[in-house]
């Protein structure tokens, strides 16, 4: 999966979190599961970005 379609599936998490908890609590079963899935997405986010920032960091020091 390529940055931009990660951060679109972020937002859209995002913004499913955001309108669960307008009408669930925090802490219902629901807006935990989405807050984890959103959490796995950053998770998966962050490794991208940090795996493609060494690969460059590599490749400049050649």
Same mark, same amino acid.
């Given at each position: 999966?390529?940055?931009? !379609?990660?951060? *679109?599936?972020? @937002?859209?998490? =995002? #913004? #499913?979190?955001? $309108? $669960? /908890?307008? /009408? +669930?609590?925090?802490?219902? @079963?629901?807006?935990?599961?989405? /807050? #984890?899935?959103?959490?796995?997405? &950053?998770?998966?986010? +962050? *490794? &991208? @970005?940090?795996?493609? $920032? /060494? !690969?460059? $960091?590599?490749l400049k =020091? *050649?």
């Open positions: 999966m390529d940055n931009s !379609n990660l951060l *679109k599936k972020i @937002e859209q998490c =995002r #913004e #499913e979190m955001i $309108l $669960l /908890s307008c /009408s +669930h609590s925090f802490s219902s @079963e629901i807006v935990i599961k989405c /807050s #984890e899935k959103l959490d796995s997405l &950053l998770n998966a986010y +962050h *490794k &991208l @970005e940090n795996g493609t $920032l /060494s !690969n460059n $960091l590599s =020091r *050649k």
